[in-house]
């Protein structure tokens, strides 16, 4: 037997420091495009100032605003504050906002200016001299898609994409990531022709959530699942993201778009890689990416598509108490619009794990209740030693990872009902978040905003996953488009009658959350 050594060997290249305590970002600014936009009044601002109110900011930070408002720096400063009183997770404390609002300035201009990108460039000397912010800017896309490409040209015209040694230039782009593979490469070629691959931050705010980096915890931190984690015990997985809000007010961003390419390219492919992938070797950025491509170029449509995927359109019904109109009657849609707001599909992937194991994943709008979970379902005991009348309430096991809202981990499992007959029947074992743990969990746009400022990759998709996820979708979406309009639904209910009849071809039914 070997003799075991009795001294811990120390790495001398090992990171020593307590990877518990937080990191804070060092010096730079964050500049955000699009700083009059829902998303950044809603989501960034207030997580900027969460960050700050948490002491993850350096003190020699700076918020740049550019947008086409007549603003001054103080006209800025008071649109962030309202937005932060309104939207900020953490407490407004005045002794956090004077600080931060200290480095905030404003450039006014349209993005085909130059000379509004030759003041921005100025402006961003300012905190670097006065503030220290040391020339490392993060620049924040909060805009259409469509502008991109004419941003980036801006930025590399005016200088400001330029990165030295001691400096650094990130760009962060949201969603969508184009609107097929071909846009998508196209969009790709035109960033990194101005920022490389390492310094292009993709947002998939879904990644940011803590529920969704729990599943890496929850799979490779513990001994008891990754047993049944395979094609042995998993009879299917069924990922969903249930919306009941309806599109009103969101023509502009959505027709022509629909839910497949908004949430299904996205989100939930990026969930399905996660809990499909093997172990990575560590968290390294490089690694889980290596991981993620591994099993999304394993990943398949099951064929035929008619049979196979889904798509629907609602209509007018009722939520809750209130009669809500169906889609084309929603202002800015075209009368005849095929835009889908539900869509399914089915998906295997070709891993000795996998074989044989659907993947169904499912979105849509105006269903009957918010809700994104993924549900392991396990395959049926091969024998049950009870009489058959004793089993008739015990459906199958299955492990549901609940996303949002209510946050944590349910196991179904069958328990003996109370009393003289061994009747058996579904019980719940509860894992929540609220109750499990005192600290609230962060936005998942402090986390990624952080991340951006830190430079760390890993809750980012690379070009490589934004490719493989279209590869994936766009047959779906030529099928669809050659097949006319998508079936109706009514609003409030769990999508069209052609997502059931898909999963009940395969024996098997969706589930009610
Ligand atoms: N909202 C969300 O929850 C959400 C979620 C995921 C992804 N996204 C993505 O995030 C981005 C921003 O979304 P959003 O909802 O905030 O959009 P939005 O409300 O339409 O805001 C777009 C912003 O871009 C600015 N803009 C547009 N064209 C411009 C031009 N030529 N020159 C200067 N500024 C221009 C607008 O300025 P004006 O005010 O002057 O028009 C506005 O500030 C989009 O790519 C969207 O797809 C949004």
Known sequence: MPNRPTDQWVNPLRDERDKRLPRIAGPCSLVIFGVT????????????????NRGLLPPGFALVGFARRDWDHEDFGQVVHDAVREHARTPFREDVWERLSEGFRFVRGTFDDDAAFDRLRDTLLEPDKERGTGGNHAF???????????????????GLADQTEDTWRR???EKPFGHDLESAKELNTVVNKVFP????FRIDHYLGKETVQNILALRFANQLFDPVWSSHYVDHVQITMAEDIGLGGRAGYYDGIGAARDVIQNHLIQLMALVAMEEPISFEPHELQTEKIKVLSATRNILPLDENTARGQYEAGWQGSEKVPGLLDETGFAHDSTTETFAALALEVDSRRWAGVPFYLRTGKRLGRRVTE?????????????DQTMTEELSQNALVIRVQPDEGITLRFGSKVPGSSMEVRDVNMDFSYGQAFTESSPEAYERLILDVL?????????NAEVELSWQILDPVLEHWAASGK????EAGTWGPQSAEDMMARHGRAWRRP
């Open 486 to 489: 998508p079936d109706g639904y």
């Open 454 to 462: 830190l430079g760390v990759p890993s809750l980012f998709p690379v």
């Open 140 to 158: 924040y896309f909060s805009i259409p898609p469509d502008a991109f490409p004419v941003v980036c040209e801006q930025l590399s015209r005016s």
């Open 37 to 52: 936009g829902d998303l950044a009044r809603r989501k960034l601002m207030p997580a900027v100032y969460d960050l700050a």
């Open 197 to 200: 691959e390492n310094s292009v």
């Open 171 to 173: 760009v962060v782009i």
């Open 374 to 386: 993924i549900a392991l379902v396990f395959k049926r005991a091969p024998h049950l030693p009870f």
